[in-house]
């Protein structure tokens, strides 16, 4: 097989000659060529190796079916593996290289795996390599993957920028040839938006009327709901690589699709048909007509159907010389003994080949005649037939099993997806004119392949069909056939046929595998677009993040929220940061953004009843200018979220949530106004976002807030107690909210502004506080403070805890209605029994205590039958030391025992004792200090 | 040449904070919406769309609910009044390629958009309020998404009206 | 799979919350006590091939919340309505 290009003819443009690499070679194309048809122009044969048998293998097809012809592409982070030659459009400077092989393409090591073949037939992984089987992990799992690997990935982050988008249609034409541009144009006319999709770069450009949006370069990948079409663009593959968007995922909701997708051409299998040079014979005639070249000199057909007669008259017209036309079918056709003898090539009617001949390519056949005895034909070139195979991937996208049509010898789409019909040759239209199937030559010198990139042989599926995988899904998996990347495009349907004559059935009720998404393989990047990295998810900011990071703050992830975790002086680690951060608060005052809480405000005739009715507690009778403490539950009866509610109004209160569940309790309590008290009369409006929140803490707290409060307004202990609120103004007529609520357990305030006014009145506070040591804290000595107080928050409220593990059981009402009552008087959520919240420190105070320790008994074995609970929230306190909140079976009775508190994974192993969980101020005193 | 420079028809799109107007949410009380309407002299969006009043723009922001826009007298006790004039980041989209940025951002049919639409949908992974003022679109996001929101369309636009 | 809000028009699913069955009923009882009416409303399912009715929250959209019916075995959504 030498190819070569043709004086003249094809619709490349011979006027623009581009250079390219292929394994270090410099080649010249032309501006159309693709990378397969250059290389067959250029004489090349061997483009790479198979992969598990390391064969030679050469370019077999001329589309996206290409199974062989695999090149890495590109080089450095850009370098990309499996690339379909065929599908490759060359441009200056392109750099490819084959895959799968040793130092060299020509002459592989590797290949004497062909030796080891008998051994590696269907299920191999399975039978062999089996014992010992402590060799599995560090022997043989690491020579299968060294042995057997299809292209290598770059090992670097892919810098290419990946779009999507969304386009809407009443009407997605799926293929742009004859049949699809004639469905796009008829329903154009009638004034539908229509998007015509094509996988290839039309060569000559197409006449299409406005209203048909055309994509080029773009495979419909996928068949989803609701009428969802995704498809890959590709925009800069055929260039050299630059700072462009490489790909587009396309996303198209279409009120109807028509599927024009043609058929893809079979072979027939016949001994070495693996070696290069044996090709799809319209894949031959492709190269000729679309790139004006010749895959060789002397070309063999073999054929069983009229369609594939078709080449004769091109490669004449060509001047390439037939070597013959082998037909499997016994009298052979007219239309055959037509072309051939304008043509002068001979025909072996009702015959056979029995094996390709040659070394690293084709150099002749072995042919069994139909009177009988062998001849051996000299050639370069086979180009085989074995029919036509409509391109029904997509219409079994929705579970449609594809149907045997026996007239034609092909499966044609059975159901199909709601809204899709199917045209032309997709449709089995026009195909296989007088086809006699045949799939596989009946020979078996040597290897009769069927899928030549997993390098599975008809023997294969012989012998899997003996060792009980019958089945067709079977089949698939246990001889990997159909599963490499070009998912069995050219190798299904003969495995079938293959499987159907070794069981005696038909093909139809033999069945075919289901077809899913991708029909292509996609770039993974391509999915992602440009939620990559840090912008997988978008960032929060809290209205003060400037000012805290001037100062030098560490952020936390919270979500999605970044939120200032610790304030670092100059030498400070976390611990130290926090530790100073909480000694200031509870020495003097601190400030620290709370604007992350879900707020709520929920206004209306009704807003009373509906609090009574989702907070466990009581509302009506909250005072307007208090604020309570409110427990949520689900409707089983745990703990969903905490907060404090304010009333501002007669029918006006602010709830807020923990930042963690904001969004899930207002979609609750949507529910509930919406669904299951659709009579109430109540409004709900997120303001998490227009209010700016601060908390001012310590006992200074009083103090630094009075600086900044206008005149009129109050903030002594007997106007302004607490749990109290009001609305006021601050900083000279600003207007804001005030609570006087405390997590940290010092004398506290939450003061809230609007929230372009948050930075201001964070520096203001730090001004006005600056005479009393004020200092930012985040929320590393928040937690600190709220575990040296017991308070429950994220790790306490797991979903798995009640109101009573929790400490609160006095908080469900008995007299009236509210979300969880009834599942939460359930006696098992109240058992002694249940693990209940307690507090821990260790017997001796050199000992970190970790969340997520387990807590034993001393003296039990360390297994988890002994476990009786585990360690929630721990803290370093700067004047406790180490401390805990866990829960424990039966809790509150064991105050006082010791535990061992074990931590396998990170070694702890030590004892403690178990405490109330306030650890601090159990009075609660500090609040009013 | 100056004609090119017109500010009011930019070369490139062009993203910028919207121009700040007051921002309340209006939610009628079940007692309340023919009542509301009759204070306000003026029909309340039932659908996602957009209308001017008195100087001010009223935008439907869900079911029984509102946007108000600018400076206008909202009567009390037949509806939630609740200040947003912080709580959302307003932002602009002008220039040429409007329609294929958006495309790349949200998942709804933006080309057949009339001009008093309003949907409420995402822009990528944020939740937005999308209407029209003249030749622009309006992008509304929660406040503290704002950089994000920006970055989102920057993106989008920086390879926009390639074809 | 796209879901057709009636406030919102259709819309595709990245905008939509499923939560949970919507064939049960919830018990108006006031919960005072926990009832096998209660048990089975907050546990119990049937697990049906062909249309179910679910509740789907339009969290992306406009927060209504919609009673779906919608074949599992198909996807085909065959109602969307208001509770």
Request: aromatic residues 8%.
């Amino acid at each position: 097989m030498t190819g070569f290009r043709l004086a003249q003819g094809g619709l490349v443009d011979r006027a623009s000659p581009v250079k390219f690499h292929f394994d270090g070679k410099a080649y010249t194309g032309f501006a159309g060529d693709t990378l397969a048809s250059a290389l067959l122009a250029s004489g090349v044969k061997l483009v790479g190796r198979s992969f598990k048998y390391h064969l030679p293998r050469g370019v077999f097809a001329s589309g996206s079916e290409e199974p062989n012809a695999l090149v890495e592409l590109r080089a450095g982070a850009w370098r990309e593996p499996n690339t379909r030659a065929t599908m490759a459009e060359i441009f200056e400077g392109l750099e490819a290289a084959s895959q799968n092989r040793g130092p060299s393409l020509k002459y592989d090591p590797l290949a004497v795996n062909n030796l080891l073949s008998p051994f590696l037939s269907a299920g191999f992984y399975y039978k062999t390599f089996m014992w010992p089987a402590s060799f599995w992990e560090k022997l043989y799992e690491p020579m299968i993957r060294r042995a057997a690997g299809l292209g290598r990935n770059a090992g670097l982050p892919d810098p290419d920028i990946y779009e999507k988008t969304t386009e809407f249609c009443d009407v997605l034409v799926i293929g742009a040839g004859a049949e699809g541009i004639e469905a796009a144009t008829q329903a154009a006319a009638t004034g539908q938006r229509v998007i015509l999709c094509d996988e290839n770069a039309p060569l000559v450009p197409i006449d299409l009327p406005a209203g048909v949006e055309f994509l080029a370069r773009t495979t419909v990948f996928g068949v989803y709901d609701g009428g969802t079409y995704a498809a890959l663009q590709r925009l800069t593959d055929h260039l050299p690589s630059s700072n462009a968007p490489r790909q587009r995922l396309v996303r198209i909701v279409a009120g109807r699709s028509v599927l024009a997708t043609g058929a893809l051409e079979r072979p027939i299998a016949f001994g070495n048909n693996d070696l290069p040079g044996v090709m799809l014979s319209r894949a031959v005639g492709d190269y000729v007509t679309r790139y004006g070249v010749a895959p060789g000199r002397n070309i063999l057909l073999y054929l069983n159907n009229d369609d594939a007669a078709g080449l004769i008259p091109v490669l004449h017209q060509a001047g390439v010389n037939i070597a013959g036309v082998v037909d499997a079918r016994p009298a052979s056709s007219d239309v055959v003994h037509e072309a051939a003898r304008a043509a002068n090539a001979p025909v072996y009617a009702g015959a056979a080949i029995i094996r390709a001949t040659g070394w690293q390519g084709v150099s002749g056949a072995k042919i069994r005649l139909a009177k009988g005895g062998d001849l051996a034909l000299p050639c370069d070139i086979i180009a085989v037939s074995g029919g036509f195979n409509p391109n029904l991937a997509l219409t079994s996208h929705f579970d449609g099993k594809p149907v045997w049509d026996a007239a034609i010898a092909a499966f044609v789409p059975g159901s199909l997806p709601p809204c899709m019909s199917v045209v032309g040759k997709a449709a089995g239209q026009g195909l296989n004119a007088n086809i006699q199937p045949v799939f596989h030559s009946g020979f078996f010198p040597g290897k009769s392949f069927l899928d030549l990139q997993n390098d599975v042989t008809v023997k294969d599926v012989k012998l899997a069909e003996q060792e009980g995988f019958a089945a067709v899904e079977h089949l698939k998996r246990y001889t990997t056939l159909g599963m490499a990347t070009d998912q069995g495009k050219t190798s299904n349907v003969n495995a079938i046929g293959v499987l159907a004559q070794t069981l005696g059935k038909g093909i139809g009720e033999t069945g075919t595998t289901r077809f899913r998404p991708p029909y292509v393989p996609v770039a993974i990047g391509a999915l992602a677009g440009a939620h990559t990295g840090k912008e997988f998810k978008p960032t929060r900011l809290t209205p003060t993040h400037e000012w805290a990071a001037g100062l030098g703050a560490v952020f936390v992830e919270t979500g999605l929220w970044l939120r200032a975790q610790y304030f670092p002086k100059p030498g400070e680690d976390w611990l130290a940061a926090a530790q100073r951060e909480v000694n200031a608060v509870r020495n003097a005052v601190g400030i620290c953004d709370v604007t992350t809480l879900g707020k709520i405000d929920i206004q209306g005739p009704d807003a009373a009843i509906f609090l009574e009715r989702v907070y466990t507690n009581s509302w009506a009778n909250l005072p307007v200018g208090k604020v309570r403490y409110g427990l949520m539950l689900r409707e089983d009866g745990f703990v969903m979220d905490d907060g404090t509610t304010a009333r501002l109004g007669e029918t006006h209160f602010v709830m807020t949530t923990t930042t963690a569940n904001a969004a899930r309790v207002m979609q609750h309590l949507e529910f509930c106004a919406q669904v299951i008290w659709k009579e109430l009369d109540v409004s709900l409006i997120s303001v998490t976002d227009q209010w700016g929140q601060i908390a001012v803490a310590g006992p200074k707290s009083a103090a630094t807030l009075a600086k900044i409060v206008d005149s009129p307004f109050d903030l002594s202990d007997e106007a302004f107690p607490y749990m109290a609120c009001m609305e006021l103004t601050v900083c000279g007529g600003v207007p804001a909210r005030l609570f006087r609520i405390s997590f940290s357990g010092e004398r506290a305030y939450e003061l809230a502004v609007p929230s372009r006014q948050a930075d201001a009145l964070a520096r203001a506070l730090m001004q006005a506080g600056a005479e009393f040591g004020i200092a930012p804290y985040g929320t590393e000595a928040l937690g600190i403070m709220r575990i040296e107080k017991g308070h429950p928050a994220g790790p306490e409220l797991n979903g798995q805890t009640s109101a009573h593990d929790l400490g609160m059981g006095k908080l469900l009402s008995k007299k009236k209605e509210f979300i969880g009552r009834a599942m939460a008087a359930r006696p098992a959520l109240t058992a002694p029994i249940r693990q209940t919240l307690v507090g821990l420190r260790p017997v001796n105070p050199q000992d970190i205590i970790r969340a997520g320790s387990h807590l034993l008994p001393v003296g039990a074995p360390a297994v988890a039958a002994s476990d009786q609970g585990h360690v929630t929230s721990a803290a370093r306190s700067p004047t406790l030391g180490s401390i805990a909140l866990a829960l424990l079976e039966n809790g509150p009775a064991r105050h006082g025992e010791t535990l061992r508190v074990y931590d396998p994974l990170r070694g702890g192993d030590f004892t403690a004792i178990v405490t109330h969980p306030v650890h601090l101020d159990p009075e609660g005193h500090r609040l009013h200090a | 040449m100056l004609d090119a420079l017109d500010p009011a028809v930019p070369a490139h799109p062009f993203i910028a904070l919207a121009p700040q107007r007051r921002v309340r949410s209006l939610a009628a009380f079940k007692s309340g919406p023919a009542a509301l309407e009759a204070a306000l002299g003026v029909s309340l969006p039932a659908t996602p769309k957009r209308l001017s009043h008195q100087g001010a723009d009223i935008i439907w922001n869900g079911p029984g609910q509102w946007l108000v826009l600018g400076e206008l007298d909202l009567p009390t006790g037949l509806a939630a009044i609740t200040a947003q004039s912080d709580g959302l980041c307003l932002l602009s989209l002008s220039g040429p390629h409007q329609i294929e940025i958006l495309k790349k951002l949200l998942p709804i049919d933006i080309a057949r958009f009339a001009p008093d639409d309003v949907a409420i949908t995402l822009a990528g992974h944020i939740g937005v309020r999308v209407w029209r003022e003249g030749e622009h679109f309006i992008l509304a996001c929660l406040r503290s998404y704002a950089g994000a929101l920006h970055h989102a369309l920057m993106q989008a636009a920086e390879h926009s009206g390639r074809g | 799979m796209r879901i057709t809000c009636p406030h919102c028009g259709n819309r595709g699913l990245e905008e939509f919350t499923y939560t949970q069955d919507a064939e049960r009923t919830r018990p108006t009882d006031g919960g005072a006590t926990p009832t096998p009416e209660w048990a089975d409303y907050i546990y119990l399912r049937d697990n049906l091939k062909g249309p179910r009715k679910e509740y789907w929250y339009h969290s992306a959209g406009c927060h209504a919340w919609l009673i779906v019916e919608r074949d599992v075995s198909t996807h085909e959504i065959l109602s969307v309505r208001l509770p």
